[in-house]
């Protein structure tokens, strides 16, 4: 598909303000204006690291793939004993300790062992520098599945469909037959209505696009607004609860992914909207707000919303990328 040339002009703009912010670790800093985001989680990682290859930034990928198997070697012993990896790290890898802010969180190891092992196909690169942190982290991952962990949002503790995804598609890459077993405890029937379900479909597959159908119909009635932008869950009060770039994008990447490329094209173009002079794309929009009173309540305690947000340069970029082909 030929994408008009601001959406190209965007993603390399993603590009240059995701190495800006990348430190010299190698880890990618999640919200570099946003005193309460100047870390690095897993996930977001991941998934820019997972842009950034896509794009053609192999060193950059690269660096954070160097940064989280770093952290996870190191840390060897204290999981053999039964100790968690924490959920957030700053830029030299030490553990942040926040008491409003849990840190047992499983998604982002899933995600990293997914992101590498996506990085070497697509590159053709060899894995050995990152095996002795992937076989690490499998082991860490068969050990704790099923203990109830934080969701994407660090809102509240459970077995999550979204995290059973990522372990998922990181054990079947990894030949780890435990694999099946994760996916025969996905209940998505029950979930929970939130839209990081759509990794279950796209790009983690522990369900086919059919069997996810119905799950996307709910998304779509009940998490989509009326300008097109996706919101978290239906309860969210967080800023307001406004429209996620990040699932903007998700959403497209999901409608990409079963031809409906007109539609995934109008995702890309949501988030595109959202773009300041800097070319920075935020955390979300106070647009379309599930619960406007607590937009003002938010902002008085963390002053605005984070901008930028690194993770919504990746997904753009992601978007764009898998359009652009």
Known sequence: MKLPEDLQYLKKRSIEIIKEHQAPTGAYIAGPTFNEYKYSWFRDGSFIADAMS????????????DWASMIIVSRREK?????????????????????????????????????IYMHAERHGQSMDKWLDAVKITEEYLVAHWREPSHDWWEEYSAVHAATLASIYAALKLTGNKEAE??????????????????????????????????????????????GGGVHRHET???YGGGEWLILTCFLGWHYADIGRL??????????????????????????????????????????????????????????ESVLGV
């Open 54 to 65: 896509r794009a053609g930034e192999i060193e950059s990928a690269e660096m954070f793939f």
């Open 79 to 115: 999981i053999k004993d039964g100790g968690i990896l924490h959920t957030r790290y700053t830029a030299e890898g030490e553990e942040v300790n926040v008491d409003y802010w849990p840190n047992f969180q499983l998604d982002g190891f899933g995600t990293l062992i997914w992101a």
């Open 181 to 226: 077993a994760v996916k025969e405890t996905l209940d998505l029937k029950n979930a929970k209505l939130d839209a990081s379900l759509l990794v279950c479909a796209t790009p983690f597959g522990i369900v086919t696009p059919e069997e996810f159908a119905p799950t996307l119909k709910k998304i779509e009635e009940k998490l989509v607004s009326k």
């Open 236 to 238: 969210d009060v967080y």
């Open 262 to 319: 007109e539609d995934a094209l109008l995702k890309l173009q949501r988030a595109a909207k959202h773009v300041d002079l800097n070319g920075w794309l935020p955390e979300q929009s106070n647009e379309h707000m599930l619960s406007p009173s607590d937009y003002q309540k938010w902002v008085d305690k963390w002053g605005p919303p984070a901008l930028p947000l690194l993770w919504s340069h990746a997904m753009f970029i992601t978007l």
